[in-house]
């Protein structure tokens, strides 16, 4: 799924959360509020998903088929062994993140 995919299910998402709302009576003030937390997730387009186990038993190997590629690094020996995000975006890149660390964006900038 590309961008313009993405962009087009995420508005078609939109539309049938309005469907429902127009459905909902007025006195319903939990599922009002229920669908103005819809609408909140979908224009902040992210979803938490937590893979949780054992290292080596292919947690890792799991998320590349959710992502349907191999991004994410899979070995014998435990290579994601701390908190890891992923996140769609129009340039494919690899951001590392730690406590006292940062590298460059762009790989050909170098850090001051």
């Known amino acids: 799924m590309d961008l313009r995919d993405y962009e087009r299910s995420k508005f078609e ?20 509020d229920r669908i103005r937390d819809l609408f909140s997730r979908l224009a902040e387009d992210r979803f938490n998903l937590v893979v949780v186990g054992r290292f080596s038993r ?29 996140a769609y975006g129009s340039k494919e890149q690899a951001i590392i993140r730690r406590i006292g660390f940062h590298r460059p ?4 900038r170098r850090a001051p």
């Open 58 to 86: 292919g947690k890792t190997s799991l998320m590349n088929a959710v992502l349907a590629t191999d991004r994410l690094p899979t070995g014998i020996r435990p290579l994601t062994s701390v908190i890891t995000t992923v």
């Open 13 to 32: 998402i939109a539309e049938l959360l309005r469907s429902v709302d127009t459905f909902v009576s007025r006195d319903r003030h939990d599922l009002q």
């Open 105 to 108: 964006r762009d790989p050909a």
